[in-house]
């Protein structure tokens, strides 16, 4: 799970659904999925090669509290060319997209809160 496998389904010509940027740890049942990023602490971004997201959906998950780790990775995503879709930490979710209905918000949101409990096990 990292942006190299991210970059094998590049190669491949594949594109993955919906990446999910993780700061903190993830569940052992996500450790192997290839569209979740995991970025444990003393993770360095800025060093990392976040190219494979381009024109990629991203949703990003803070499950530590380390905001300056999450900050910096939105801002490595988003450099990148990837497509921000929403956030989530443990107190709030919300949209960084348009969206055209509000219940699609809605709907998102609910996701979002979900995707936080999903990845926690």
């Not at 905001?67 to 921000?84: C, E, I, R, S």
Request: glycine fraction near 8%.
């Amino acid at each position: 799970m990292s942006l190299q496998a991210i970059r094998e389904m590049r190669l491949q010509r594949q594109k993955p659904g919906v990446v999910s940027v993780v700061v903190g740890q993830v569940g052992k049942r996500h450790k192997s999925d290839p569209e979740v990023v995991e970025l444990a602490p003393g993770a360095q971004p800025r060093l990392m090669d976040w190219r494979p997201l381009v024109g990629c959906s991203v949703c990003f998950y803070q499950l530590s509290d380390d905001t300056n780790l999450m900050n910096v990775a939105f801002d490595m995503a988003l450099a990148a060319g990837a497509k921000p879709m929403g956030y989530a930490n443990r107190k709030a979710v919300g949209a960084l997209c348009t969206f055209s209905n509000p219940e699609d918000e809605r709907k998102l949101e609910l996701l979002l809160w979900q995707g936080m409990d999903f990845l926690c096990k």
